[in-house]
């Protein structure tokens, strides 16, 4: 049997020559080892590395509404107080509506006497019609008359006075017939050329019907209502008593039904995001909290073009700033969850779905 030789002072045990082997063997295995799966790691996660974008320039926004009247009125009652919660139809403010009140009146009793005027028309246009036909009979018998007058002139018959009297006359009568013509003609036209025609399609009733409509609507705008559910803010600003003219904010609503998160990306980062990728959200204000979502929509221009004074890329100075693009998220809110505030910090993780591939690398 083979024995191993050692050096003197140095202790041999059993089996150390194998394991010592098995180390030199090992150590190259396992150095290999870990880069391969440091490589199959770092492949994984860049295959994996392209389908989530995260972002942290996020903020709930919210339908919002300066609440104002088109017309003007002193405030008569306030019928929220500051952070209520109102539903689509409620009551927030109330006009003081007694001159309105007064106006309708009128305009109601000026239509009613339009349709009375108008009617009279009518009648009158028949009376006028009856004085023509009367008058026509008069002249009819005037030049009867002055046919005979004239015959009997020649011959002696009647005197030259009596022939110009029955002359003077028939011209009398044809003129004012005339004059009755003309009379009905005008109040024809008043009536649209219909003597028959309803009044409450003429343009007189028209425009007095409109009148008691305009003074209805400002009656029934006395009531300033909610337009869409939400929390009344800024009420304070506005007590009974004061003067609230036309298109002036009284108080604010917000909307806690049309709530979404709008993310402010880099123009880089939306290579493969698409309306319609899922959102998980998470909100600043509640950790450890996740709402869903789906991306609604993404703009078609950059926030610097609608600003008032927009880049001038054709400047001898021009610097290359990335651009960032707002995209709409439209957020599911599910019973019992938190509400969302405007204004509040959120990120946003959009799954793209987009999965790289290592053909990807070749030119």
């Known amino acids: 049997m083979a024995s191993a030789t050692t050096a003197p002072g140095n202790l041999v045990l059993p089996g150390s020559t194998a394991r010592q082997s098995r180390t030199r063997l090992l150590r190259p295995i ?20 392209g389908r989530y974008m995260n972002i942290d320039d996020s903020y709930v926004h919210a339908s919002k509404l300066a609440i104002s009247d088109d017309i003007s009125g002193i405030v008569g009652e306030v019928d929220v107080k500051e952070g209520q919660h109102v539903n689509t139809g409620d009551v927030l403010l109330r006009l003081r509506d007694r001159q309105v009140r007064i106006a309708l009146a009128g305009a109601k009793a000026n239509l009613a006497e339009t349709a009375l005027t108008m009617e009279a028309m009518k009648h009158d246009y028949r009376r ?7 008058r026509q009979a008069q002249v009819d018998a005037d030049q009867a008359n002055f046919d005979r007058y004239a015959n009997l002139v020649r011959s002696g018959g009647v005197t030259r006075v009596e022939y110009d009297d029955a002359r003077f006359k028939l011209a009398s009568d044809k003129a004012a017939a005339e004059s009755l013509r003309e009379q009905a003609d005008v109040q024809l036209a008043r009536l649209g050329g219909d003597a028959n025609v309803d009044v409450k ?7 007095a019907q409109a009148r008691v409509e305009e003074q209805q609507r400002q009656l029934d705008h006395t009531v300033i209502r909610a337009p869409f559910s939400g929390t009344v803010t800024n009420v304070e600003s506005t007590q009974p008593g004061m003067y ?5 904010a009284a108080f604010g609503l917000v909307s806690d039904e049309h709530v979404w998160v709008e993310a402010n990306p880099k123009e880089t980062e939306l ?8 959102v998980e959200i998470t909100v600043d204000t509640f950790p450890g909290r996740v709402w869903h979502g789906t991306v609604q929509s993404i703009a078609p221009a950059s926030a610097s073009e609608f600003s008032v004074l927009p880049a001038q890329n054709s400047s001898g100075n021009w610097v290359k700033v990335v651009q960032r693009l707002p995209v709409r998220i439209l957020v599911e809110r599910p019973p019992g969850a938190p509400d969302l505030r405007a204004g509040m910090s959120v990120e946003a993780d959009i799954d793209t779905g987009h999965v790289r591939h290592f053909s990807d690398l070749l030119p």
């Open 30 to 49: 396992l150095m290999l080892g870990g880069i391969v799966v440091v490589a199959v790691g770092a492949g994984y996660w860049w295959l994996q590395g």
């Open 128 to 134: 006028m019609l009856s004085d023509i036909a009367t």
């Open 201 to 207: 399609t003429t343009p007189q009733y028209l425009e």
């Open 244 to 248: 609230l003219a036309d298109a002036t």
């Open 271 to 278: 290579t493969h995001v698409k309306v319609g990728d899922p």
